[in-house]
């Protein structure tokens, strides 16, 4: 067995697993204070060295990061790929999973899968060793042992249009549906707004003059004033605003002003959603209706409080729901019910004193069903490198109502 030493002092966070080699299988494994890179041979059927082949995970990834992109999830997640066999790895058969529990982690490996995408990430918190003592630290090791990518989108989907909250959602007849908080379009690449003011005339040369720095947007604001004044603006990245301080001193400008700019929201994505139905229903109708979307017998349910509300009633005109755990999302938003996996006993007991019902299916029950409609994304989307995408059948929410 060959042992090659690496990364001395030991010091190492691991969230993304890269290793490296076309011809050998391998894994990590902890010597004292250093990591070592044991090199097995192969005893599965291994990928083949030809990286153009279709169905490449760096092609796969590429896709699934424009379906799915990592700029929109949230700051704290830990999203993307999360573990890469050593390159190259082609994916011809993927598994769909919220969880990533051993039970399917074994049914990805009966199915040969080459990658699995769990929507929860199973690599969250750093690690620092890869031990066979810890049911998360085994799965990963056994990943590498197998070459199974994992890839993780979690957060990513929650803010994407058509994403999660809007699969949530999908059971109602929405009139219109708003994330709760939206997300900056992670392309919009401009931080600064100039604005000042100029002779007309003098405008046109300073505009080509700006024309031809970098990192400067092309379009200008250009409103004629009186006076033979120009009120000029534009944006620019924070890399051109010294040296547009340095040309508008060539010029006779007057109040320049410099300042930073929020970028454009993106429409229709961000964290959770309100909807407002199309028409009123009650919440044993709403109730009828999460049941069925979700496929589950029993949900739990707080009602709003006061004297005059009526389970039967026609008095739910606005829902907002957020996937998994609602808390911190949902808090103090005006809506008439809240649909989300859990709540705590506070939580809920502010809502319903606030006026919102509660609708609570256990964490991954509002997330799970989302696989299908990811399944058949993903299918479209990776149709040229014949990827077999599907779901898993083991994976459920480990909360039961007995
Ligand atoms: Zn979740």
């Known amino acids: 067995m060959e042992m090659i030493k690496f990364l001395t002092p030991f010091r190492f966070y691991l969230n993304n697993i890269c290793l490296q080699s076309c011809h050998v299988r391998q894994t990590v494994q902890l010597v004292g204070n250093q990591i070592t890179l044991n090199r097995l041979h192969k005893s599965r059927k291994m990928s083949t060295c030809n990286t153009e082949e279709k169905g490449n995970l760096q092609k796969i990834v590429l896709k699934l990061n424009k379906l799915m992109p990592i700029a929109l999830a949230e700051d704290w997640d830990n999203v993307g790929l999360l ?23 074994e049914e990805a490996v009966n199915l040969k899968a080459d990658m699995i995408l769990s929507y929860h990430p199973p690599i969250f918190s750093p690690l620092k060793r890869l031990c066979q003592s810890d049911w998360k630290q085994k799965i990963v090791v056994k990943a590498i042992e197998n070459r199974i990518a994992i890839y993780s989108p979690h957060t990513s989907c929650d803010s994407i249009k058509d994403g999660v909250n809007d699969w949530l959602l999908s059971a109602f007849d929405n009139e219109s549906v708003m994330p709760l908080s939206t997300k900056d379009d992670p392309e919009f690449c401009y931080s600064h707004k100039v604005s000042l003011l100029i002779a007309n005339g003098d405008h046109a040369k300073l505009m080509e003059s700006l024309k031809a720095f970098q990192n400067v947007s092309s379009i200008f604001n250009v409103t004629t004033l009186e006076q033979e004044k120009v009120h000029l603006s534009f944006v620019c990245t924070k890399s051109a605003v010294a040296k547009i301080g340095c040309l508008l001193l060539e010029y006779n400008v007057e109040n320049p002003v410099f300042s930073e700019i929020q970028k454009p929201p993106l429409p229709g994505v961000g964290v959770g959603r309100i909807s407002k139905l199309g028409s009123k229903i009650s919440l044993n109708k709403a109730v009828e209706i999460v049941k069925e979307h979700l496929k589950l017998s029993h949900v739990r349910v707080a009602t709003s409080h006061g004297p005059d509300f009526n389970c039967d009633a026609e008095n739910i005109k606005s829902i907002a729901v957020c996937a998994g755990a609602g808390t911190s999302v949902l808090r103090g938003v005006k809506a008439d019910l809240y649909l989300t996996g859990e709540m705590s006993h506070h939580e809920v007991l502010s809502a319903i004193h606030n006026g919102s019902s509660v ?10 069903g989302y696989l299908s409609l990811l399944k058949e994304q993903l299918t479209t989307s990776l149709q040229e490198y014949n990827v077999d995408v599907c779901v898993s059948e083991i994976d459920a929410d480990p909360l039961k109502i007995v």
């Open 83 to 105: 573990v890469e066999p050593s390159s190259p790895h082609n994916v011809s058969k993927m598994l769909l999973t919220n969880d990533l529990t051993p039970e399917v982690f």
């Open 359 to 368: 609708i609570l299916c256990e964490h991954s029950n509002s997330e799970r």
